[in-house]
């Protein structure tokens, strides 16, 4: 299955389509948002999509996962533009951001971290783990959930797309691991946490299991 990809730049970020190389015909471009009164009506749908998800069977034997499955040789380029996709949710996420020699490697920069609401410093050269990419939905998380059964081009897809991936604390990032909702929350920002996993979940049609399902359900309906 070939892969096609187009950059689309908004001044929020960007975001990336390809035409056959997601499973449900590419990511939407979704991105994080906080929990403003007019997000309201995200919230509701993206409630709603939560039940339209299959439910992720217990037990079943499934091939090992493992992290080259998804970012094989590390992140990508996948709209070849010579910047890779740490760099890109680098660029987008933070702030102040410092450059090296080139326009595309993030060398410093200021977080707002989304998960904890704590300012954190991020320079490269003292420190690459103050400031981490996390994928919303975990990749171990959707390898259980169904990705095991997609094509390598389908796995780095979403592995690289920005609507799955945020800048967070590094400290936040190691808690959370591979937990999905029904064991770990953002201590803020939990509704827009809740509606970005579902929206991932509900593009990508990943299994829920039903403790994540009553997790961001309970969640989704109080926002």
Same mark, same amino acid.
């Given at each position: 299955?070939?892969?096609?990809?187009l950059?689309?730049?908004?001044?929020?970020?960007?975001?990336?389509?390809?035409d056959?190389?997601?499973?449900n015909?590419?990511?939407?471009?979704s991105?994080?948002?906080?929990?403003?009164?007019d997000?309201?009506?995200r919230?509701?749908a993206a409630?709603?999509?939560?039940?339209?998800? /299959?439910? =992720?069977? !217990?037990?079943? &034997?499934?091939?090992?996962?493992?992290?080259? $499955?998804f970012?094989?040789?590390?992140?990508? %380029?996948?709209?070849?533009?010579?910047?890779?996709?740490?760099?890109e949710?680098?660029?987008?996420?933070?702030?102040e951001?410092g450059?090296?020699?080139g326009?595309?490697?993030?060398?410093?920069?200021?977080?707002?971290?989304p998960?904890?609401?704590?300012?954190?410093?991020?320079?490269?050269?003292?420190?690459?783990?103050s400031?981490?990419?996390?994928?919303?939905? /975990?990749? =171990?998380? !959707?390898?259980? &959930?169904?990705?095991?059964?997609?094509?390598? $081009?389908?796995?780095?897809?979403?592995?690289? %797309?920005?609507?799955?991936?945020?800048?967070?604390?590094?400290?936040?990032?190691?808690?959370?691991?591979?937990l999905?909702?029904?064991?770990?929350?953002?201590a803020?920002?939990?509704?827009?946490?809740?509606?970005?996993?579902a929206?991932v979940?509900?593009?990508?049609?990943?299994?829920?299991?039903?403790?994540?399902?009553?997790?961001?359900?309970?969640?989704?309906?109080?926002c």
């Amino acid at each position: 299955m070939g892969l096609v990809g187009l950059l689309a730049t908004t001044i929020l970020g960007y975001r990336l389509f390809f035409d056959d190389a997601a499973p449900n015909g590419g990511p939407t471009g979704s991105t994080w948002s906080a929990d403003a009164p007019d997000a309201s009506g995200r919230y509701a749908a993206a409630l709603a999509s939560l039940e339209t998800l /299959p439910s =992720a069977a !217990a037990g079943d &034997a499934l091939p090992a996962y493992s992290r080259t $499955e998804f970012l094989p040789g590390g992140w990508a %380029d996948l709209d070849r533009d010579g910047c890779y996709t740490r760099n890109e949710i680098l660029r987008r996420d933070l702030i102040e951001v410092g450059y090296g020699d080139g326009w595309c490697e993030v060398t410093t920069g200021v977080l707002e971290d989304p998960y904890t609401g704590e300012t954190v410093s991020f320079d490269k050269a003292t420190s690459t783990t103050s400031v981490q990419i996390d994928h919303v939905i /975990p990749l =171990a998380s !959707a390898w259980r &959930a169904g990705a095991w059964g997609w094509t390598k $081009e389908q796995r780095k897809a979403f592995a690289n %797309d920005p609507a799955e991936l945020l800048a967070v604390a590094g400290s936040a990032n190691q808690s959370k691991g591979d937990l999905g909702p029904a064991d770990w929350l953002p201590a803020v920002g939990q509704c827009g946490y809740a509606a970005t996993w579902a929206e991932v979940a509900a593009h990508y049609e990943l299994a829920l299991t039903e403790p994540d399902r009553a997790a961001l359900r309970h969640t989704l309906s109080t926002c």
